[in-house]
């Protein structure tokens, strides 16, 4: 069982930049995944980035090179860094957590808009 909490979203201008926070409420080496989803309004939620066990990473096409997926093991925290931001990362950004053997955990979502 794990608790996510994420905060770092807000309202920024096309080009600029975000940091979004996942704490968890348990150590992450304990978490098989952890990473980063988003939904649009009326769109289905779509993987943004994760950590999987050994630090492989995975990224969406779309945020690739933009944005990077980092993690402070000390903190209990994932982040997820956005740069050169479109109106297209408009979305609610949730933060996700694998357990092996227990499921799938999913914080309450921050909002990002992009917009001039």
């Known amino acids: 069982q794990v608790q996510l909490v994420e905060s770092g979203g807000g309202l920024v201008q096309p080009g600029g930049s975000l940091r979004l926070s996942c704490v968890a409420s348990?150590?992450?080496?304990?978490?098989?995944?952890m990473g980063w989803y988003r939904q649009a309004p009326g769109k289905q939620r779509e993987l943004v980035a994760i950590?999987?066990?050994?630090?492989?990473?995975t990224y969406a096409d779309s945020v690739k090179g933009r944005f990077t997926i980092s993690r402070d093991n000390a903190k209990n925290t994932v982040y997820l860094q956005m740069n050169s931001l479109k109106p297209e990362d408009t979305a609610v950004y949730y933060c996700?957590?694998?357990?092996?053997?227990?499921?799938?955990?999913w914080g309450q979502g921050t909002q990002v808009t992009v917009s001039s």
């Open positions: 996700k957590a694998v357990l092996l053997m227990r499921g799938d955990y």
């Open positions: 348990r150590s992450i080496y304990s978490i098989y995944a």
């Open positions: 950590f999987t066990s050994g630090s492989t990473t």
